[in-house]
């Protein structure tokens, strides 16, 4: 896969960050995977999130079937 320029999307994320709204992030589809659905946070919602859990031991069928997407 060609490396894609990052100008425009990083231009969006400035625009967005600076928005007089202060949205914390965007909900995006991955380019490699159109149903894959990625969150984009900014640091200023860094009080509003919390992880809940971790998963470290990740040899199970969830993880290699995502791998496989």
Do not use: N
């Amino acid at each position: 896969m060609a490396d894609c320029p990052y100008d425009a999307p990083q231009a969006w994320s400035k625009a967005l960050f600076d928005h007089p709204l202060h949205p914390d992030g965007i909900a995006y589809y991955a380019r490699h995977d159109d149903e894959g659905l990625c969150f984009a946070i900014f640091d200023r919602a860094r009080s509003s999130v919390r992880e809940i859990g971790r998963e470290t031991k990740l040899d199970q069928d969830w993880f290699w079937r995502l791998a496989r997407r």
